[in-house]
């Protein structure tokens, strides 16, 4: 709409010269991706204030989030189709990252398989020599060909790292598919399949949200499904039945 006008404002900054900026330009809303610290600020703002990205629902903000059950079931019909016996997950500890795992490891059960997971700890930095080393013992034992679907981009090109380094070939052992994607993902040598995430749907969730006519209580977040699979090379090698 040509009267909506946005005001992008760095994070982190004080609250008082952030109250000053939205009072200044009239501002009736914010949209904020979830940071544990900007909880701190919200009791201290008059706006209407909508959260993306949130994993836990917060007084007085609306919550628009992904649908982390709907991207590891995507993950899991997609691998599956490529007609593989064996897969894995690679994840963390955060919440978005055990849904996506939950839901992966329940539909390749669901279809007569197993999932073989490995969970990053968080008490490490990531990719120290500790976590690198535990990362190429995990992919080292896994049976091939495997499905290897992970949380992030981040830990999909940990996997392509580790691939690359020790000779395992990707898509012929390793069939790679990531949760989330990154301008790397298609630089990388091949290229990493992901799930497309919904950004503009959850744009426009968010602007609905903030043009709703009630106050925002606590309630569920709306959470907005995967839109597909961005195809690339790292999953190219096997049969599909269906695309």
């Not at 939205?22 to 809303?29: D, H």
């Not at 703002?45 to 992904?66: E, M, P, S, Y």
């Not at 539909?107 to 700890?121: D, R, T």
Request: glycine share 4%; charged share 20%.
């Amino acid at each position: 709409h040509s009267n909506r006008r946005f005001v992008f404002i760095e994070w982190p900054e004080p609250l008082a010269l952030v109250a000053s900026k939205l009072s200044a330009t009239g501002a009736t809303g914010i949209i904020a991706e979830y940071d544990a610290e900007l909880l701190d600020w919200i009791p201290g703002l008059t706006q209407k204030t909508v959260l993306i990205l949130a994993d836990v629902l917060t007084d007085g903000c609306a919550c628009v989030a992904i649908d982390d059950w709907s991207v590891g079931t995507s993950a899991a019909h997609y691998l599956h189709r490529k007609e593989l016996r064996d897969f894995a997950y690679f994840g963390s500890e955060s919440l978005s990252s055990i849904l996506r795992g939950a839901a992966f490891k329940e539909q390749i059960s669901k279809m007569g398989n197993h999932v073989q997971e490995f969970k990053l700890s968080t008490q490490l930095p990531f990719q120290t020599r500790t976590q690198r080393a535990a990362i190429e013992r995990w992919i080292d034992n896994l049976p091939r060909p495997v499905g290897i679907f992970t949380e992030s981009a981040q830990l999909a090109v940990a996997v392509s790292e580790v691939c690359l380094h020790n000779g395992i070939a990707i898509p012929n052992e390793v069939a790679l598919l990531s949760a989330t994607d990154d301008p790397v993902m298609e630089l990388s040598f091949p290229g990493i399949s992901c799930i497309q995430l919904p950004w503009a749907e959850i744009a426009r969730a968010s602007l609905a949200q903030l043009e709703a006519p009630q106050n925002f209580a606590q309630s569920n977040p709306i959470l907005i499904p995967p839109t597909g699979i961005r195809t690339r090379a790292s999953t190219d090698f096997f049969h599909t039945r269906h695309e």
